[in-house]
């Protein structure tokens, strides 16, 4: 049994004085296609999920966490944080992603984590419920519940969207957030804290992908809703909205393909955000800091304006 460890990587760490504009290199990446769900394994360039700068300082030391998406890009950041911070994680993503699962799985136990698989697909209804009870049995406990699971397709305007795409993507971005919430709150006690991605697009909507934006600000009103609910039961409900992040997602029809390229560099920062980036924000909003940060959405978009 390897020694647990938080304390790794204390180089050139998420602490570390940095230039923001060129903490990470402005990428172009070149023009790719993956079937859906993409592969951080076959993403050209790497995305950074921190694997070797996010340093642990036991914010989240004893949390039991349940991820949705966890598997690559943001999700893959906030799983690699989580457990450097102390949590024990149990990740969920569909079954075709099992390769990106298994490298983060390797990755995390050779550090003495603990990380528990869960595949299934978020638009079952009774896998919804089940992913949760899985969770739970398998941590004894649940606390910490990240709602990251997410898709995106480009459509060509309003007309070009299909019913079978407009559906599939409230079934698995917003939806699935209600289910398994509300499942979760079975588990969650008092202390706990849900935190979902929404994203810049909830306030400054692209045409092409007006379905997707809708069910990001949807997150945001859910997450506000739901705050209100559960404060007074001592369980906080927030969310991230990130800005243009380099991840599978863009290159599995997230975006026009002439557009990966220039992804990113519209912003004052004038790069794409790596995963690595996003997550200290979930780390914040999961961990007992901030305990007085209740419906708050974070923007972490590179400083494109966000209401
Ligand atoms: P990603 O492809 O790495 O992660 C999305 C994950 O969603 C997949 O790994 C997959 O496991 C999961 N997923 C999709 N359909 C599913 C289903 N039916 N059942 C179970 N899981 C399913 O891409 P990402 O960019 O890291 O996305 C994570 C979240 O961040 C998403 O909610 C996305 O909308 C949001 N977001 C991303 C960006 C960005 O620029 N990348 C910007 C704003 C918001
Ligand atoms: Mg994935």
């Not at 859906?36 to 340093?55: F, I, M, N």
């Not at 971005?173 to 209600?178: C, K, P, Q, T, Y």
Request: charged share 20%; with cysteine; hydrophobic share 35%.
């Amino acid at each position: 049994m390897t020694q647990k460890n938080t304390q790794n990587h204390v180089g050139v760490d998420q602490l570390t004085f940095q230039n923001p504009v060129n903490r990470f290199p402005s990428i172009e990446p070149p023009q790719q296609h993956q079937p859906e769900p993409g592969l951080d394994e076959q993403l050209v360039p790497k995305a950074d999920r921190g694997e070797t700068s996010y340093r642990g300082t036991g914010r989240l030391e004893g949390r039991k966490a349940l991820i949705t998406g966890a598997d690559s890009g943001i999700g893959a950041a906030v799983t690699i944080a989580f457990a450097r911070e102390g949590a024990e994680v149990a990740l969920n993503y569909l079954p075709a992603e099992e390769k990106d699962a298994q490298y983060l799985k390797n990755l995390l136990e050779n550090e003495g984590h603990t990380v528990h698989l869960l595949p299934g697909d978020l638009t079952d209804r009774e896998f919804c419920r089940s992913v949760v009870d899985q969770a739970h049995e398998a941590m004894d406990g649940l606390d910490t519940l990240v709602n990251n699971a997410g898709k995106q397709v480009v459509t060509d305007g309003l007309q070009g969207l299909s019913d079978e795409e407009l559906e599939a993507t409230f079934d698995v971005n917003i939806l699935a957030i209600f289910r398994v919430t509300r499942h979760a709150l079975n588990y969650l006690p008092a202390g706990s804290s849900i935190v979902n991605s929404t994203s810049i697009q909830a306030y400054d909507p692209s045409p092409h992908i007006m379905h997707y934006a809708s069910t990001k600000a949807a997150i945001n009103n859910f997450s506000k809703g739901l705050s209100q609910e559960l404060a007074p039961k001592g369980i906080r409900v927030n969310a991230v909205a990130p800005g243009p992040i380099w991840t599978p997602l863009q290159v599995s029809d997230g975006q026009p393909k002439d557009a990966l390229p220039q992804f990113g560099k519209n912003t004052p920062l004038g790069r794409a955000g790596q995963p690595t980036e996003l997550a200290p924000a979930y780390v914040f909003l999961a961990s007992s800091e901030s305990s007085y940060v209740i419906g708050e959405t974070l923007n972490v978009t590179g400083g494109q304006v966000s209401p």
